[in-house]
């Protein structure tokens, strides 16, 4: 029900400006709105991440300790997992959206993207990006890559116990509970590594506008 949610509101964030600068002569957000557009994309995004993460956790032991499984993932630990997701998503992308909304910008405001996210907004800013670009590689790269770390130590277990299964079609089973499960991860991940973890520049936001629309459009829609 999270993903579902989170899903929905990924696409809401973004679509929905971009539909009607398909559809208009206007083609313009205010700084407050790219700014709110920002702090909403950040947050569902790390959320998205973390509830991957769980879900990964989630087939680990459903595949590893069937038995057990009621006890291990039961309501309250389901709760303090998705709650402790919402709030730290939040925080991450409070401190983002701050920290970009204090730059200085100048000159041709002109947002080489279909929405505001951190690459093209770096390359307008005329403040000295470094801070924000360690920040990004540091904090970033530790909100991105712990989930990623965790979400591939689970399924390395699960294929371990799957190919212990003699039967093929239990093994067939087991598999595809998480193939779904997998090409979503996949796609995401691969996609966030490939656009954020490279120093801004117009030549790179350029190049990553593809990238952006599988992340915030293609991902979401199984």
């Not at 966030?192 to 117009?202: E, G, K, N, T």
Request: aromatic content about 12%.
């Amino acid at each position: 029900g999270n993903l579902s949610f989170v899903d929905i509101s990924f696409i809401s964030v973004t679509v929905p400006l971009m539909v009607a600068h398909l559809l208009t002569d206007k083609k313009s957000i205010s700084f407050t709105g790219c700014m709110t557009q920002l702090f909403f994309f950040i947050w569902i995004a790390v959320l998205e991440c973390l509830i991957l993460t769980i879900m990964a956790y989630d087939r680990l032991v459903a595949i590893t300790n069937p038995l057990r499984y009621l006890s291990i993932l039961d309501r309250k630990t389901c709760w303090s997992l998705i709650t402790f997701s919402w709030i730290l998503s939040f925080l991450h992308s409070l401190l983002y959206a701050s920290t970009i909304s204090s730059l200085d910008y100048c000159g041709l405001n002109k947002v080489n993207e279909h929405f505001c996210d951190i690459p093209p907004l770096l390359a307008l800013s005329c403040s000295n990006p470094a801070s924000l670009e360690l920040l990004v590689y540091t904090e970033g790269s530790v909100m991105a890559m712990s989930p990623f770390v965790l979400i591939m130590v689970s399924y390395l277990r699960i294929i371990k116990t799957i190919l212990s299964i003699h039967s093929s079609s239990g093994r067939y089973r087991a598999f595809s509970t998480c193939s779904s499960h997998l090409i979503s991860v996949g796609l995401f991940f691969v996609t966030i590594f490939v656009s954020y973890l490279q120093p801004a520049s117009a030549g790179a936001v350029e190049t990553n506008r593809p990238i952006a629309l599988v992340y915030s459009i293609l991902t979401p829609l199984p």
